[in-house]
Antibody, heavy 122, light 110 residues
């Protein structure tokens, strides 16, 4: 069965950096695009970033463009999110999610991890 | 960018009742690329419906989706206790890159 396990969250000061990881299993990781989606406390869902199955293309929400970098290591079945210049408004649970269709760019997350909490506070 | 508006914000119903949730898009959603998710407190979202009306794997048939263009509906035919949750609609497709979610509808026990 599909499993996605995020790690790397924690408390960081404004302006700081953090790297999130998402370990994938139960599917052919190298065949699927992957997403990061976040949810601020008590708020709705916000898409953050997407990376194609082979890492050849990456797309970002305007709110994180230039500060966050999505990447993947298909040999380790792992997705990453490097977050720099963090702001208070980046405080959220960060979920990794798998795109539904292999090889394609569909932007339809079908399986999600349980999330990791990032708190940006002094 | 397509903006999705969900209504009502909160729906108060009893188990066994029918729930009808609305999602309206600011412009037409191409190819009916509209999905619905369920989220319970402390849990990740779960995909329920994609392509406006196709149920995801393992989703009970009391959940159904309909609509096209700018108006979409999620219907839960008879609410079970485990169905009380927040529901989000989402539009997808590769142009422009990215995806957007509606603000959510909370279905609570009356």
């Amino acid at each position: 069965q599909v499993q996605l396990v995020e790690s790397g969250g924690g408390v960081v000061q404004p302006g700081g950096s953090l790297r999130l990881s998402c370990a994938a299993s139960g599917f052919t990781f190298s065949s699927y695009g992957m997403h990061w989606v976040r949810q601020a406390p008590g708020k709705g869902l916000e898409w953050v970033a997407f990376i194609r199955y082979d890492g050849s293309n990456k797309y970002y929400a305007d709110s994180v463009k230039g500060r966050f970098t999505i990447s993947r290591d298909n040999s380790k079945n792992t997705l990453y999110l490097q977050m720099n210049s963090l702001r208070a408004e980046d405080t959220a649970v960060y979920y990794c999610a798998k795109d539904q269709a292999p090889w394609l760019v569909l932007y339809l997350p079908d399986y999600w991890g349980q999330g990791t909490l990032v708190t940006v506070s002094s | 960018e397509i903006v999705l508006t969900q209504s009502p914000g909160t729906l108060s119903l009893s188990p066994g009742e029918r729930a009808t949730l609305s999602c309206r898009a600011s412009q037409s959603v191409s190819s009916s690329y509209l999905a619905w998710y369920q989220q319970k407190p402390g849990q990740a979202p779960r995909l329920l419906i994609y392509g406006a009306s196709s149920r995801a794997t393992g989703i009970p048939d009391r959940f159904s989706g309909s609509g096209s263009g700018t108006d979409f509906t999620l219907t839960i035919s008879r609410l079970e206790p485990e169905d009380f949750a927040v529901y989000y609609c989402q539009q997808y497709g590769s142009s422009p890159p990215g995806l957007t979610f509606g603000g959510g509808t909370k279905v609570e026990i009356k």
